[in-house]
């Protein structure tokens, strides 16, 4: 543990591993290494509550869409539900004998995806935990899962380089994207639901044509394995970031590269933006909550890529909370 010069304290002994904004914007999650799950006030940029309830790491963080439920999943087996407003656990699913990798909610809230080691991915009815369905989607973990803005698919992605759609009343596989060398360890759906991004081991992340399963854009850039792809809500940005430690602003509609943030000393394993598209968050292995304002008029090219200045917005820490 060390203080910085401008006195923000970091635990290097404690990654932060995954980051969601509230629907609201008035807070963040984040989930890390010792199995805590804390809760940011966005606009005092200060932890408000710590949720404990996972014995071992958390990968994953999601908010439902109403806002009313907080989902966390990790290496424990364990999903956890709970009240991000009154910071009380609903539910605790499991645990399952292999990690819990990912969680989504669906678009309407009354179920919640995760995906395991196994390669199995379950479906929750969010209302009183019951198991919906059962799908072996994958025969090695999965690592990634992410509904569909009309809730009616869902997409994985996993160790076994593919990543796959699925009909969410049928289970039946509606669709592959085959073409990442290694690992899928992020799927995100664009809002309207065209493209599905896809970040991997081969240091590259994909946008992918819904329809037809096609290459959109290919996004290179990336010196390590790409952890995390995240859309920004007005549809406009994608942000990727991973083992290189870089976070990356790309176009959308071109794939063209927008910005390029070095701030975190290790590898950024969440991204996450703010609802109206202003903010994007961080989580990262130097146990460091980055904010970084996209509303900034600098000219992103003129930013020096070591630089925290202009973009960055806040630096927060785990170690702050116990």
């Not at 399963?213 to 549809?235: I, K, N, Q």
Request: net charge negative; with cysteine; hydrophobic share 40%.
């Amino acid at each position: 543990m060390w203080n910085d010069d401008d006195g923000t304290v970091f635990d290097e002994e404690c990654p932060a591993f995954a980051a969601a904004f509230h629907p609201a914007g008035t807070l963040l999650a984040s989930g890390d290494a010792h199995g805590r799950v804390t809760l940011w006030d966005a606009a005092a940029e200060e932890p408000r509550t710590v949720l404990h309830g996972h014995t071992r790491a958390i990968w994953s963080v999601a908010f439902s869409p109403d806002g009313r439920c907080l989902a966390s999943g990790g290496h424990d087996g364990v999903i956890n539900v709970w009240d991000p407003l009154a910071g009380a656990q609903r539910l605790s699913l499991g645990p399952d004998e292999r990690p819990v990798w990912a969680v989504d909610f669906s678009r309407n809230g009354k179920h919640l995806a995760a995906g395991y080691g196994s390669g199995v991915v379950k479906l929750f009815e969010v209302a009183d935990g019951r198991e919906r369905s059962v799908w072996q989607c994958h025969l090695r973990p999965v690592h990634a899962v992410a509904f569909a803005p009309d809730g009616s698919t869902l997409a994985t992605g996993s160790e076994d380089a593919t990543a796959k759609l699925w009909d969410v009343t049928t289970g039946r596989q509606l669709g592959e994207f085959r073409q990442h060398l290694g690992w899928i360890n992020s799927v995100a759906f664009s809002p309207d639901g065209s493209l599905l991004a896809t970040g991997s081991d081969d240091m590259s992340a994909i946008l992918w044509n819904v329809r037809n399963s096609r290459v959109f854009a290919t996004l290179p850039g990336h010196c390590g394995l790409v952890e995390a792809v995240a859309f920004a809500p007005d549809g406009q940005r994608l942000a990727t970031a991973g083992q290189d430690g870089c976070v990356k602003l790309w176009r959308v509609a071109t794939g063209e590269l927008e910005a390029n943030f070095e701030g975190h000393d290790g590898a950024v394993w969440s991204v996450a933006f703010s609802p109206d598209s202003a903010v994007l968050a961080s989580a990262g292995e130097d146990g460091s909550i980055r904010l970084w304002d996209l509303t900034w008029h600098g000219d992103w090219s003129a930013v020096p890529s070591s630089s925290l200045v202009g973009p960055h917005r806040l630096e927060a820490s785990l170690a702050q909370v116990t």
